[in-house]
């Protein structure tokens, strides 16, 4: 921005012909139409002329044109005076400050930069960047780019203006919070960390290849506005906002004297002053504006007086400042005092001559001494320089051959008229000398107006000196205090005080700000001689008077019963003169020089270099046209309408820069706004009306609005209507209440199209607490007045008619969006069922968004909310009854649908078993019945067929019979699991009659298997070539897989009881199958006790007394005597005990319970024993042959190490009959060692590590 004064130096010719150039532009093309109308004219008057339309088509064209130039050039002129009333604002403040507390906008998002997102996250998971990342992070990442960045609402959003970076991010790290949050705990790793490091990664890849370092050198407006700013950015600003051009800037600048803070000081003095005299002249004439009330009409000026009072206070408490450049936008201290300034009455605030106070600084700068003769060149010389009545300074010391030194000694002083005496002295060098010679010295008589750079003066210098041509080159530089307006001499007449017409030293100064005196002083005096207070007089230009000499330009000071003539020596002195005392005085009469027409002549493009350039500012801004936006009243202008002009402005200015504002101005922005309202007495419920009204505007075309600011400036316009006295302002208008009533019914019709349209405009819960902030305002906008609450009866019922709304909208928009309506109706019954499956994941899916992201906002209607999603299902339910009945009868591909819808309703406590819950249920209660039933009577029927075909090899635990049967009761009763069915009832039901058709199907497998085993053994030998085949094992194998599925299939869920039918039931069936596994174990024991018992016989032919016994034991003497006979009964052991030893590795081998195997070898090794006994006992008078005798041992003896080998109990193997059978054995083995020596060859009863095994 150019420096405000920079016009002052340019080419006054040039300025005025370019800025003539562009101001005429306008009006030119405002002329165009007249023009064309001439020429259409010239035209006519020919011989030949084209065909044109009709007259009335042409005017009536002509006359819009001219309407809207008109309406055009209006609407220019309005923002141009608007701009003139801000720019007041802006340079001097005294309201309002830029408020600090603001919370920081973020930068928003547009379309290119939403598109430019989604190709970075797509390269992330196309792999195509180098961020390495695990696939939990790669999850997270695709679902949030396929749920949130690809959505359409965030589209819209973003093309709302209402979505920055920051929400982009929030989601993200809300999302992730619950997906790191359930995995599990990594030792040395924090969840904290992940989630850090997750952030970090998610920053990177949103960034992209930017570069931040990469900054623009300047920033643009819009990207600081969010900062305090200064005068020049706030200038420059609303330049953008109210279209002001540059140039007219430059003009309203200098001709408004911005750069002047006495200046607007007294702007603001004579506004105040006008204000309280529109309230005088509106009370006199009883003009007011039409209240709700009659009463408060009185009230109404009371309430004007107060403000310009209050405004005066505040203006009171600002500092006496120079102003200019370093006069910053400062903190305001408001006056807390009751008692107001009254500038009417001169007596309140007379001074006396001890209240003016000045203090001024002089820099007295000493360069050098020419003419120095009279003392030799290496004498040392030096100056003293004092102002009287204060302290003395000395310069150092210098050769007088080179007398220079550019000393500055700096002085305070009070006096306006010092005088300062510099002397030169140089050294004695007598012995008796006290003091230094003096040389020579000047006395100077300094002024604020006297000339700053450095002059030569004479000094006087003693008698008989050589030095008459002594000079000294110095600078003195008196500056101004900040409360002294102007300074200077001036010719004087008055009645009351200088009485005589004499030359005297005034100086303008400012006491307070609304206190201002003309003081007369003498040389080195610090009060004035005399003063006059300045309040209530006023200034202006008048001819030479009669009868008084001296001065040439006369001005006076005139009010009731006193009149001070003013006379300076020309003119430009005395307009500024002129100036500073009529910003003293607060008159709204500007004086106009009256020869400032004859002087000046601008026709010939000339300017006198001798006028003031507050009057060059104020002829040129003239010539331009843009005097009557700087002379205008403001008292006399409508506010009311320029501020709101002003507002809807800056708010489309705001709205439309790149921050995410949400409706929200800027800090500088509301501080203009602020000073303006306060400074022009705009009424607070005015101005949020009009806010109101514009927000709701924009909002209404789907631009995004922090309903918190809504609910802000509604508060305060409900509380002033219904008289709460919010600002002070107790009268209200009929006209505010009226359009407070408007604004409340369009507000109520936005909120309840937002919470209708909740899920568009309030996306993924963004922006934060928007919505739950919108339900809150609805309620305040329900209320009747600030004290009577809502009914929660009738927030529910405005809620519940939302929400029901909401649910169709949702409904159909899901449905467009999955593109179901054509398929529905044309599909075949396989897609019609999978567009409803997909359509039922994306009713679950938005149902789940509104959980996480709206509920907490519904938190006190969590009843309606439920309401809201049974319409939603229920809209739902009507697609997917279409879909099922369209299904093949015996179809079962709907069960997934149910499984889906099922499982997320019944972890809805407000939907479980809720209507659409229960309409579910009741369509699939058939189908699971149907299923059932079907699935029964198949297993039924493969059970019969398969083990009719069964061929009992091995297959896993059982047979292939028995592993199709385990599976089918397992899966079904696994699917009815999975249906989670939410009835209780009928889930014990379901699972009731599983169990008992798993029993039953049980039970028939445990018969087959045992009517099979029973056929096997029927078909074995008895031989001990006999071995068990796998088969038999197989047998085995599934009854005891039937055992241990028994009591998955067939035992209830703990906790649920039916009473001792269904234990007894159970009991019934775990009892069937011990029973089968007892006889088929007795079974096979006993085919392996007759294979022992075909043994024995075969030893009962060498019994004692038989005619065989005989002759088996004469062969084998008569053999043995010629050659090496076997012994007789070994292979006959040998093959029982290979027999045994078979079938128990066979049985331990191919059975895959050891504890029924357990149980098969004790039966057998007792029964074997017992066999083996009782062949004994038949043979108790008989002694044994000894070949049965030898036998046995071996059988026994060998039996007896396999079983314990096999793990059977010592108790079992060391049983009564096996001692019996040992102690008879032992008894048989003595007495054959007594008759026959050693033909027993070894084998004995008695443990041996020699014997073969």
């Given at each position: 921005?150019?420096?405000?004064s920079?016009s002052?130096?340019?080419?006054?010719d040039?300025v005025l012909?370019?800025?003539?150039?562009?101001?005429?532009?306008?009006?030119?093309?405002?002329?165009?139409p007249?023009?064309?109308?001439?020429?259409?004219?010239?035209?006519?008057?020919?011989?030949a002329?084209?065909?044109s339309?009709?007259p009335?088509?042409?005017?009536?064209?002509?006359?819009e044109?001219?309407?809207?130039?008109?309406?055009?050039?209006?609407?220019?002129?309005t923002?141009?005076?608007?701009?003139?009333?801000?720019?007041?604002?802006?340079?001097y403040?005294?309201?309002?400050?830029?408020?600090t507390?603001?919370?920081?906008?973020?930068?928003?998002l547009?379309?290119?930069?939403?598109?430019?997102?989604?190709?970075?996250?797509?390269?992330?998971?196309?792999?195509e960047?180098?961020?390495?990342?695990?696939?939990?992070?790669?999850?997270?990442?695709?679902?949030y780019?396929?749920?949130?960045?690809?959505?359409d609402?965030?589209?819209?959003?973003?093309?709302?203006?209402?979505?920055s970076?920051?929400?982009?991010?929030e989601?993200?790290?809300?999302?992730?919070e619950?997906?790191?949050?359930?995995?599990?705990?990594?030792?040395?790793?924090?969840?904290e960390?992940?989630?850090?490091s997750?952030i970090?990664?998610?920053?990177?890849?949103?960034?992209?290849?930017?570069?931040l370092?990469?900054?623009?050198?300047?920033?643009?407006?819009?990207?600081?506005?969010?900062?305090?700013?200064?005068?020049?950015?706030?200038?420059?600003?609303?330049?953008?906002?109210?279209g002001?051009?540059?140039?007219?800037?430059?003009?309203?600048?200098?001709?408004?004297?911005l750069?002047?803070a006495?200046?607007?000081?007294?702007q603001i003095?004579?506004e105040?002053?006008g204000?309280l005299?529109?309230?005088?002249?509106?009370?006199?004439?009883?003009?007011?504006?039409?209240?709700?009330?009659?009463?408060?009409?009185?009230?109404?000026?009371?309430?004007?007086?107060?403000?310009?009072?209050?405004?005066?206070?505040?203006?009171?408490?600002?500092p006496?400042?120079?102003?200019?450049?370093?006069?910053?936008?400062?903190?305001?201290?408001?006056s807390?005092?009751?008692?107001f300034?009254d500038?009417?009455?001169e007596?309140?605030?007379?001074?006396?001559?001890?209240?003016?106070?000045?203090?001024?600084t002089?820099?007295?700068?000493?360069?050098?001494?020419?003419?120095?003769?009279?003392?030799?060149?290496?004498?040392?010389?030096?100056?003293?320089?004092?102002?009287?009545?204060?302290?003395?300074?000395?310069?150092?010391?210098?050769?007088?051959?080179?007398?220079?030194w550019?000393?500055?000694?700096?002085?305070?002083?009070?006096?306006?008229l010092?005088?300062?005496?510099?002397k030169?002295?140089?050294?004695?060098?007598?012995?008796?000398?006290?003091?230094?010679k003096?040389?020579?010295k000047v006395?100077?008589?300094?002024?604020p107006?006297?000339p700053?750079?450095?002059?030569?003066?004479k000094?006087?210098?003693?008698?008989?000196?050589?030095?008459?041509?002594?000079?000294?080159?110095?600078?003195?530089?008196?500056d101004?205090?900040?409360?002294?307006?102007h300074?200077?001499?001036?010719?004087?007449?008055?009645?009351?005080?200088?009485?005589?017409?004499?030359?005297r030293?005034f100086?303008?100064?400012?006491?307070?700000?609304?206190?201002?005196?003309m003081?007369?002083?003498?040389?080195?005096?610090?009060e004035?001689?005399?003063?006059?207070?300045?309040?209530?007089?006023?200034?202006?230009?008048t001819?030479?008077?009669?009868?008084?000499?001296?001065?040439?330009?006369?001005?006076?000071?005139?009010?009731?019963?006193d009149?001070v003539?003013?006379?300076?020596?020309?003119?430009?002195?005395?307009?500024i003169?002129?100036?500073?005392?009529?910003r003293a005085?607060?008159?709204?009469?500007?004086?106009?020089?009256?020869?400032l027409?004859?002087?000046?002549?601008?026709?010939?493009?000339?300017?006198?270099?001798d006028m003031?350039m507050?009057q060059?500012?104020?002829?040129r801004t003239?010539?331009?046209?843009?005097?009557?936006?700087?002379?205008?009243?403001?008292?006399?202008?409508?506010?009311?309408a320029?501020?709101q002009?002003?507002?809807?402005?800056?708010?489309?200015?705001?709205?439309?820069?790149?921050f995410?504002?949400?409706?929200?101005?800027?800090p500088?922005?509301?501080?203009?706004?602020d000073?303006?309202?306060?400074?022009?007495?705009?009424?607070g419920?005015?101005?949020?009306?009009?806010?109101?009204?514009?927000?709701?505007?924009?909002?209404?075309?789907s631009?995004?609005?922090?309903?918190?600011?809504?609910h802000?400036?509604?508060?305060f316009?409900?509380?002033?209507?219904?008289?709460?006295?919010?600002?002070?302002?107790?009268?209200?208008?009929?006209?505010?209440?009226?359009?407070?009533e408007?604004?409340?019914?369009?507000?109520?019709?936005?909120?309840?199209?937002?919470?209708?349209?909740?899920?568009?405009?309030?996306?993924?819960?963004?922006?934060?607490?928007?919505l739950?902030a919108?339900l809150?305002?609805?309620?305040?906008?329900?209320?009747?007045?600030?004290?009577?609450?809502?009914l929660?009866?009738?927030?529910?019922?405005?809620?519940?008619?939302?929400?029901?709304?909401?649910?169709l909208?949702?409904?159909?928009?899901?449905?467009?969006?999955?593109?179901?309506?054509?398929t529905?109706?044309?599909?075949?019954?396989?897609?019609?069922?999978e567009?409803?499956?997909?359509?039922?994941?994306?009713?679950?899916?938005v149902l789940?968004?509104?959980?996480e992201?709206?509920?907490?906002?519904?938190?006190?209607?969590?009843?309606i909310?439920?309401?809201?999603?049974?319409?939603?299902?229920?809209?739902?339910?009507?697609?997917?009854?279409?879909?099922l009945?369209?299904?093949p009868?015996?179809?079962w591909?709907?069960?997934?649908?149910?499984?889906l819808?099922?499982?997320?309703?019944?972890?809805d406590?407000?939907?479980?078993?809720?209507?659409?819950?229960?309409?579910?249920?009741?369509y699939?209660i058939?189908?699971?019945?149907?299923?059932?039933d079907?699935?029964?009577?198949?297993?039924a029927?493969?059970?019969?067929?398969g083990?009719?075909?069964?061929?009992?090899?091995?297959?896993?635990?059982?047979?292939?019979?028995?592993?199709?049967?385990?599976?089918?009761?397992?899966?079904?009763?696994?699917?009815?699991c999975?249906?989670?069915w939410?009835?209780?009832e009928?889930?014990?039901?379901?699972?009731?009659r599983?169990?008992?058709?798993?029993?039953?199907?049980?039970?028939?497998?445990?018969k087959r298997?045992?009517?099979?085993?029973?056929?096997?053994m029927?078909?074995?030998?008895?031989?001990?070539?006999?071995?068990?085949?796998?088969?038999v094992?197989?047998?085995?194998?599934?009854?005891?897989?039937?055992?241990?599925?028994?009591?998955?299939?067939c035992?209830?869920?703990?906790?649920?009881?039916?009473?001792?039918?269904?234990?007894?039931?159970?009991?019934k069936?775990?009892?069937?199958?011990?029973e089968?596994?007892?006889?088929?174990?007795?079974?096979l024991?006993?085919?392996?006790?007759?294979?022992?018992?075909?043994?024995?016989?075969?030893l009962?032919?060498?019994?004692?007394?038989t005619?065989?016994?005989?002759?088996?034991?004469?062969?084998?003497?008569?053999?043995?005597?010629y050659?090496?006979?076997?012994?007789?009964?070994?292979?006959?052991?040998d093959?029982?005990?290979?027999?045994?030893?078979?079938?128990?590795?066979?049985?331990?081998?191919?059975?895959?319970e050891?504890?029924?195997?357990?149980?098969?070898?004790?039966?057998?090794?007792?029964?074997?024993?017992?066999?083996?006994c009782v062949?004994?006992?038949?043979?108790?008078?008989?002694?044994?042959?000894?070949?049965?005798?030898?036998?046995?041992?071996r059988?026994?003896?060998?039996s007896?190490?396999?079983?314990?080998?096999?793990?059977v109990?010592e108790?079992?193997l060391?049983?009564?009959?096996y001692?019996?059978?040992y102690?008879?054995?032992?008894?048989?083995e003595a007495?054959?060692?007594v008759?026959n020596?050693?033909d027993?060859?070894?084998?004995?009863?008695?443990?041996?590590?020699e014997?073969?095994?």
């Amino acid at each position: 921005m150019l420096d405000p004064s920079s016009s002052e130096e340019e080419s006054g010719d040039e300025v005025l012909e370019q800025e003539r150039r562009d101001v005429l532009l306008a009006g030119s093309q405002r002329s165009l139409p007249a023009q064309g109308r001439d020429s259409r004219n010239e035209r006519r008057s020919g011989t030949a002329r084209p065909a044109s339309p009709s007259p009335a088509v042409i005017s009536e064209k002509e006359k819009e044109d001219q309407d809207r130039l008109q309406r055009e050039e209006d609407e220019r002129r309005t923002r141009l005076q608007i701009y003139v009333f801000v720019l007041r604002c802006i340079a001097y403040p005294f309201n309002a400050k830029q408020p600090t507390d603001m919370s920081r906008r973020q930068q928003k998002l547009n379309r290119q930069q939403l598109l430019t997102i989604k190709e970075r996250f797509q390269a992330f998971l196309s792999g195509e960047t180098q961020i390495v990342a695990d696939e939990a992070f790669c999850n997270a990442i695709r679902s949030y780019f396929e749920v949130f960045l690809k959505s359409d609402r965030v589209a819209r959003l973003v093309q709302s203006g209402g979505c920055s970076a920051n929400d982009f991010r929030e989601v993200f790290k809300k999302n992730i919070e619950k997906r790191v949050r359930s995995l599990p705990e990594i030792d040395g790793l924090s969840k904290e960390t992940v989630l850090s490091s997750w952030i970090a990664k998610f920053d990177a890849i949103y960034r992209g290849e930017e570069d931040l370092r990469k900054q623009l050198p300047r920033m643009h407006l819009n990207a600081v506005s969010e900062l305090i700013l200064s005068k020049e950015q706030l200038y420059e600003m609303f330049q953008h906002i109210l279209g002001v051009k540059k140039f007219e800037h430059q003009l309203l600048y200098n001709a408004c004297q911005l750069d002047n803070a006495d200046e607007q000081a007294a702007q603001i003095r004579r506004e105040l002053d006008g204000r309280l005299q529109l309230a005088d002249q509106m009370a006199k004439e009883r003009k007011y504006p039409k209240f709700v009330a009659k009463e408060m009409e009185i009230l109404y000026i009371e309430e004007l007086k107060s403000s310009v009072n209050l405004l005066m206070a505040n203006l009171e408490s600002l500092p006496v400042s120079k102003g200019g450049s370093e006069f910053k936008l400062q903190k305001l201290k408001r006056s807390q005092n009751s008692s107001f300034l009254d500038i009417g009455d001169e007596n309140d605030t007379q001074l006396s001559k001890s209240d003016v106070v000045l203090s001024f600084t002089l820099e007295i700068v000493i360069i050098e001494v020419q003419g120095l003769r009279s003392v030799a060149p290496n004498r040392i010389v030096y100056c003293t320089m004092e102002v009287e009545g204060g302290e003395k300074l000395q310069t150092d010391q210098a050769e007088a051959s080179r007398p220079q030194w550019g000393t500055q000694g700096d002085f305070t002083t009070t006096h306006p008229l010092p005088v300062v005496k510099v002397k030169l002295f140089t050294e004695s060098t007598g012995v008796l000398a006290l003091e230094d010679k003096e040389l020579g010295k000047v006395v100077l008589y300094p002024t604020p107006n006297s000339p700053k750079s450095p002059e030569l003066h004479k000094m006087i210098v003693p008698k008989n000196s050589q030095d008459s041509e002594l000079r000294i080159k110095l600078a003195v530089r008196m500056d101004k205090p900040p409360n002294t307006k102007h300074c200077g001499y001036l010719y004087a007449l008055g009645q009351k005080v200088w009485k005589r017409w004499k030359r005297r030293y005034f100086v303008l100064v400012q006491v307070s700000q609304y206190t201002f005196a003309m003081c007369s002083y003498r040389e080195k005096k610090s009060e004035p001689q005399e003063l006059m207070q300045l309040e209530g007089y006023t200034v202006d230009y008048t001819d030479p008077q009669p009868g008084l000499t001296g001065g040439r330009a006369f001005f006076n000071a005139v009010k009731e019963g006193d009149t001070v003539v003013f006379a300076s020596d020309d003119d430009q002195d005395r307009n500024i003169w002129v100036q500073a005392m009529c910003r003293a005085t607060g008159q709204s009469y500007k004086p106009v020089a009256p020869t400032l027409a004859q002087k000046h002549n601008f026709k010939g493009g000339n300017l006198h270099t001798d006028m003031p350039m507050s009057q060059l500012n104020s002829e040129r801004t003239q010539k331009l046209g843009m005097d009557e936006f700087i002379a205008a009243d403001p008292c006399k202008c409508m506010h009311t309408a320029l501020f709101q002009v002003l507002q809807k402005q800056t708010l489309q200015h705001r709205m439309n820069d790149s921050f995410s504002c949400l409706g929200w101005f800027s800090p500088g922005q509301v501080f203009v706004l602020d000073e303006y309202c306060a400074r022009y007495g705009v009424r607070g419920c005015h101005r949020h009306l009009c806010y109101l009204k514009e927000l709701t505007e924009y909002a209404e075309n789907s631009a995004v609005i922090d309903p918190t600011l809504l609910h802000y400036s509604f508060a305060f316009c409900a509380s002033h209507v219904h008289g709460n006295r919010p600002d002070g302002i107790g009268t209200v208008t009929t006209e505010e209440k009226e359009q407070f009533e408007d604004i409340k019914s369009r507000l109520l019709s936005l909120l309840e199209n937002q919470i209708v349209h909740f899920r568009y405009c309030f996306p993924f819960g963004r922006p934060e607490g928007a919505l739950k902030a919108t339900l809150s305002l609805l309620e305040r906008v329900l209320m009747k007045d600030i004290s009577t609450p809502v009914l929660p009866d009738d927030m529910k019922k405005v809620i519940r008619k939302c929400l029901e709304k909401a649910a169709l909208i949702n409904y159909s928009r899901l449905t467009e969006y999955a593109k179901i309506e054509d398929t529905m109706n044309q599909a075949a019954p396989a897609k019609k069922l999978e567009d409803v499956m997909r359509l039922g994941e994306l009713c679950i899916e938005v149902l789940q968004q509104n959980e996480e992201h709206h509920s907490e906002a519904f938190a006190w209607w969590p009843e309606i909310m439920a309401e809201h999603a049974e319409i939603f299902w229920s809209l739902y339910a009507v697609d997917m009854d279409a879909s099922l009945e369209a299904q093949p009868q015996d179809s079962w591909d709907s069960f997934p649908l149910f499984q889906l819808l099922n499982n997320y309703l019944r972890n809805d406590t407000l939907l479980c078993n809720g209507k659409f819950h229960k309409h579910l249920q009741d369509y699939f209660i058939p189908l699971v019945i149907r299923y059932i039933d079907l699935m029964e009577s198949s297993i039924a029927q493969s059970i019969h067929r398969g083990f009719e075909q069964e061929t009992w090899q091995p297959v896993n635990n059982g047979s292939t019979t028995s592993e199709d049967l385990f599976w089918k009761l397992d899966a079904l009763q696994m699917f009815v699991c999975d249906l989670h069915w939410p009835e209780p009832e009928f889930a014990q039901h379901l699972e009731q009659r599983l169990k008992l058709m798993a029993s039953d199907m049980v039970e028939a497998s445990v018969k087959r298997t045992r009517i099979a085993f029973d056929a096997k053994m029927q078909k074995a030998n008895k031989s001990t070539d006999y071995r068990i085949s796998p088969s038999v094992c197989t047998m085995f194998n599934v009854l005891m897989d039937a055992k241990k599925q028994c009591t998955k299939l067939c035992v209830l869920d703990a906790g649920q009881e039916f009473g001792k039918q269904w234990q007894q039931y159970h009991s019934k069936t775990d009892d069937l199958i011990e029973e089968a596994f007892k006889e088929m174990i007795s079974l096979l024991v006993s085919k392996f006790v007759a294979v022992l018992e075909g043994v024995l016989a075969k030893l009962s032919r060498y019994d004692e007394g038989t005619l065989f016994s005989s002759i088996l034991s004469f062969t084998v003497k008569a053999a043995a005597k010629y050659v090496d006979v076997p012994n007789p009964g070994m292979d006959l052991a040998d093959t029982y005990i290979t027999f045994v030893r078979q079938n128990q590795d066979i049985l331990r081998d191919k059975v895959i319970e050891d504890m029924y195997i357990e149980k098969l070898f004790d039966q057998w090794y007792t029964s074997s024993m017992k066999a083996i006994c009782v062949w004994l006992t038949d043979r108790l008078d008989l002694q044994l042959h000894m070949y049965q005798l030898k036998t046995l041992i071996r059988i026994v003896k060998k039996s007896y190490r396999d079983f314990r080998l096999q793990s059977v109990l010592e108790g079992t193997l060391n049983n009564k009959t096996y001692e019996t059978v040992y102690n008879r054995l032992t008894v048989e083995e003595a007495t054959v060692s007594v008759t026959n020596g050693s033909d027993l060859q070894g084998i004995s009863m008695r443990d041996s590590d020699e014997e073969e095994g």
